[in-house]
C-alpha cells in the first residue's frame, strides 16, 4: 500500500567544530498525497466451488483498516482451451463469487477485470499439486518457554520447481502471517515445515487447519514482498509496492493454486 505523509519542517543543526560556530536550516519536504490504487486479491483452486475475487481501493495510511470496496466491476475468468466463468458481486461489498467450478492442474488461467474505465489482467499457470501428507503438533522451547507449533510434512516433487503458500485457521478463523516458502533447498526432499503461530499462541483444545497451496513464481514473489515489508521472519525493508501479476498498476495478485487440507486439534 501507498504512503502518504503530509507536509512537514526538519530541523537540521550543524556543528563547524573548526570554526567553534553553529548553523541551523530549515528543509521543507513536499510529500504529495497518492491517488487511491485498486486492489485486486484473486485465489483459484483446484476444488469445486465458488471462488472468491475481492476488490478494493487503498487508504490513506492514517485511515483505518476498513477496506474502500469496488463495486460494480466486471470479473471473468478464461482458462486456456476451455470456457469463461463470470464472477457476480454480492450486494455492493467488492466480493465477487463465481459459479461452482474446478480448476486443472497444468492450465494457464487469465483474468481480466474491468472497473472505472480500466482493465486489469493476471495470467497464472495452475501448478501440480503437492499433498499434505500429515500434521504433527510439535513443542519447542524459546527462553524457557514452551510453544506448542505445527509441522506440515509432505514430499516435495524432485527436478520441478515449486512454490508453497500456507494459509493457517485456528478455530474456524485465518491467522493473518504470510507463510510462504519455495523448494530451493528441499528439492525433491520429504519437507518437515515447523509453521510458527504467536498472538495468541496455540493452547490445548485449539482446532488447526492448514491449507496448502502450491503457487506460481510470480505470487511467490509477490507474497514474499510483502512479507519482507513486513517484517515476516526478520526486519521490515523500506515500504514499497511490490510488483503485483495484474496489468495497468493495480496492485495484489491473481493466483491460479493447488490445493491439500489436513487439520489438527491441539493437545
Not at 573548526?18 to 548553523?23: N, Q, V
Not at 541551523?24 to 485486486?40: F, M
Not at 490513506?60 to 482451451?81: I, Q, T, W
Not at 486443472?104 to 499457470?125: R, W
Request: hydrophobic share 35%; aromatic share 10%; glycine share 6%.
Amino acid at each position: 500500500m501507498s504512503l502518504f505523509l503530509k507536509k512537514y519542517k526538519l530541523q537540521i543543526s550543524c556543528c563547524l567544530v573548526l570554526l567553534l560556530s553553529s548553523c541551523e536550516k530549515i528543509i521543507d519536504l513536499n510529500l504529495d498525497q497518492t491517488a487511491p490504487k485498486i486492489v485486486i486479491e484473486a485465489i483459484f483452486t483446484d476444488l469445486t466451488a465458488n471462488h472468491l475475487v475481492t476488490i478494493s481501493f487503498t487508504k490513506n495510511f492514517e485511515a483505518d483498516n476498513k477496506k474502500v470496496p469496488v463495486s460494480g466491476a466486471l470479473v471473468v475468468l478464461k482458462e486456456e482451451n476451455g470456457p469463461t466463468i463470470s464472477f457476480i458481486e454480492q450486494g455492493k461489498s467488492g466480493n465477487y463469487y463465481s459459479t461452482k467450478f474446478k480448476g486443472i492442474a497444468g492450465k494457464k488461467y487469465t483474468m481480466t477485470v474491468t472497473a472505472n474505465g480500466k482493465i486489469y489482467t493476471a495470467i497464472s499457470k495452475m501448478p501440480f499439486p503437492v499433498p499434505l501428507k500429515s500434521l504433527n503438533q510439535i513443542e519447542l522451547t524459546f527462553f524457557g518457554e514452551t510453544k506448542k507449533l505445527v509441522q506440515a510434512n509432505y514430499n516435495d516433487p524432485i527436478g520441478i520447481e515449486n512454490f508453497y503458500y500456507n494459509k493457517l485457521y485456528v478455530n474456524d478463523v485465518k491467522r493473518g502471517s504470510l507463510y510462504i516458502e519455495s523448494d530451493r533447498f528441499n528439492d525433491g526432499k520429504e519437507v518437515k515445515n515447523t509453521i510458527f503461530i504467536s498472538d495468541p499462541d496455540l493452547k490445548t483444545g485449539d482446532k488447526v487447519k492448514v491449507q496448502l497451496l502450491t503457487i506460481d513464481e510470480n505470487v511467490y514473489k509477490y507474497l514474499f514482498s510483502i512479507s519482507q515489508i513486513s517484517g515476516n521472519g526478520g526486519p521490515p525493508t523500506t515500504p514499497a509496492n511490490p510488483t503485483s501479476n495484474f496489468t495497468n498498476g493495480a496492485l495484489g495478485y491473481f493466483s491460479a493454486s493447488t490445493i491439500s487440507t489436513d487439520s489438527l486439534t491441539i493437545k
